[in-house]
């Protein structure tokens, strides 16, 4: 911008908002350039080097240790900071050099070791260095990859005012621990715990002997995924205190599929009836599970299920009850449906779920309890046989909902037919929708 004329130069020096991301893999003299001319204005610094690329050998320490002496200076503009590394004698580089540097302005902070196959032990050999790291963003904090055991001694270091927690591809987690961090946050609203092992039982009531309720007013998110064993922080037997929840998002291994999920989401259902969305991955119960979970979401409006093993039977119970005085209608709430991966669906049964709400929509009296059931807004299916999708079934499905979008497998290659359009999208003419996967 600045060699376009003499006009931007000027406009791109005097705008210091352009230039603030500072980045570890940009030579010296243009990360120094970045630094004065963003003046006064917040920065976000990325520290992240994998394998120490493009740098060779040593070089790459040593162009680490000149860009922190850089940016160290420059700590009280600091908003945003990333220390990845693969390495952990790049990462207690900058932990070391900057732990007693003070960062007024740091709101959010990801540091650790990513991408390895086992996660450092060293990070308990530098307990307080690492301790002090997790105290020093106002708002939110991700941890990647450190080997937790024995890290956790005292009164968690986390800062209080914390708003966002993401803990990531760690190992040798205590429960324990991580109930008395959550214990410090009570400003949290998103916590995300993503690629975990845990080393006890994940069960709160095993490992936590008082009750004294973690009390979260604010906690509205929260996403676990690929997390072992499965811990039962969202159960009732939890000292969690969530009554604000709105948002779940869990994805389980596969030991956990095969060993079943049944109490999970009973236990969910029955802590946080309250729930406005859920998004599940590998959850493979019966269907009387799914209908006793179910039957206690009727604030649920959001739902998508990938990978679950459903058949029609289990997707059934989301249809109005053919009899108008039998059990009310499953999720009545419910405007958003997502279907993805599930190879054993077909079309018939979403198109019977779409056209029943459809024409149930409102609230009716039904003896002397009013029933109040909405249509489906967006359905979306993704990963679907083509042999099971009927183009009939299509055309019902979009004459009933605002948005359709769909994504199915034809002729053995994964052809999308369409993705995201309109319930007034023309579809494929050609489509031939007796033509399944080879």
């Not at 540091?111 to 032990?121: A, E, H, M």
Request: aromatic share 8%.
């Amino acid at each position: 911008m600045a060699q376009i004329s003499t006009y931007f130069r000027d406009v791109a020096f005097s705008t210091p908002q352009l230039w603030t991301d500072i980045n570890v893999l940009a030579p010296s003299i243009v990360t120094s350039a970045y630094l004065k001319r963003s003046q006064p204005v917040p920065i976000t610094v990325d520290g992240t080097m994998i394998d120490g690329y493009p740098f060779a050998g040593s070089e790459s320490a040593v162009h680490l240790e000149r860009f922190i002496n850089m940016v160290a200076p420059y700590s009280v503009r600091i908003r945003e900071l990333t220390l990845v590394f693969t390495i952990w004698d790049h990462l207690i580089l900058p932990l070391r050099h900057m732990q007693h540097v003070a960062f007024p302005s740091l709101e959010f902070l990801d540091f650790g070791l990513t991408n390895i196959p086992q996660p450092s032990n060293h990070a308990a050999q530098s307990q307080d260095i690492v301790q002090a790291w997790c105290a020093k963003p106002k708002s939110r904090l991700d941890i990647i990859g450190i080997h937790f055991l024995g890290l956790w001694k005292g009164t968690p270091p986390i800062s209080s005012v914390l708003v966002t927690l993401k803990v990531k591809e760690c190992r040798n987690l205590l429960l324990s621990d991580l109930l008395d961090i959550l214990s410090s946050l009570p400003r949290l609203e998103h916590l995300t715990l993503d690629d975990c092992y845990f080393i006890d039982s994940g069960r709160c009531n095993e490992v936590r002997s008082t009750g004294t309720p973690i009390r979260l007013p604010k906690l509205d998110v929260v996403e676990m995924h690929w997390v072992w064993p499965f811990i039962d922080i969202l159960s009732p037997a939890s000292p969690l205190f969530a009554p604000n929840l709105t948002s779940v998002s869990a994805s389980f291994t596969s030991t956990a599929r095969t060993s079943g999920m049944s109490p999970w989401l009973v236990e969910l259902s029955q802590a946080h009836p309250q729930l406005s969305s859920l998004d599940i991955t590998g959850c493979v119960v019966k269907t009387d599970v799914w209908i006793a979970a179910f039957r206690n979401w009727n604030s649920l409006t959001s739902l998508r299920l990938i990978w679950c093993d459903l058949d029609d039977s289990d997707v059934r119970i989301l249809s109005p009850p053919e009899i108008e005085d039998s059990q009310p209608t499953l999720l009545p709430k419910l405007r958003k449906l997502t279907l993805d991966n599930e190879l054993s669906l077909s079309s018939r049964v979403v198109s019977d779920i779409v056209r029943g709400r459809y024409a149930l929509a409102g609230t009716k009296q039904i003896g002397s309890a009013a029933r109040h059931v909405v249509a489906l807004q967006e359905v979306t299916l993704r990963g679907w046989d083509a042999g099971r999708v009927s183009q009939e079934d299509v055309a019902d499905i979009v004459e009933c909902v605002e948005r359709f979008n769909i994504g199915a497998f034809q002729s053995g290659v994964s052809d999308i037919l369409d993705e995201g359009s309109d319930s007034d999208a023309e579809w494929p003419s050609d489509w031939d929708s007796d033509e399944s996967v080879n």
